[in-house]
């Protein structure tokens, strides 16, 4: 069981990892072992989500998340499986937790008077600014 959150526990069978060759340096060890790691997540099918969790997964997730609701993140800082998988799968936990967290609601407050009265006061002085830019007009007597 991956602990998420207290009321969060995705079991070991809903991910699934394929291991894949590392882009990037790494010498000869680079073309011949599998150490990169893609973890699939199916979060739409995933019990422990409910649906506002998941809804904001998929925000979050963006374009790691396929359209069928599966978020797929790719590993590969590492040089060995282990590290990487261990990667994936934190990522894994830091995204879905921060989804766990429902946003606060805004309380509508209005601008005070001394904020209005500032307010109003910029923008004379911007209108003073301006009106020294324009054209010079010579005084027909």
Known sequence: M?????????NESELEER????PGAGGQNVNKVSTAVQLRFDARHCAALDHAVFLR?????G????LDGVIVLTASRFRTQAA????????????IAA?????????????????????VESKKRSGEIKKTR????PNHD
Not at 19 to 22: A, D, K, N, T, Y
Not at 134 to 137: D, F, G, I, L, Q
Request: hydrophobic fraction near 35%; glycine fraction near 0%.
């Open 2 to 10: 991956l602990h998420v959150t207290d009321t969060i526990e995705i």
């Open 63 to 66: 374009s790691r998340m396929t």
């Open 99 to 119: 989804a766990a967290v429902p946003p606060k609601r805004r309380r509508a407050t209005r601008p005070t008077q001394a904020s209005k009265v500032r307010r």
């Open 57 to 61: 997964l998929k925000r979050l997730a």
């Open 84 to 95: 990487n998988r261990e990667d994936a799968r934190a990522r894994l936990i830091e995204l």
């Open 134 to 137: 324009s054209r010079v007009h």
């Open 19 to 22: 291991f894949i060759r590392s």
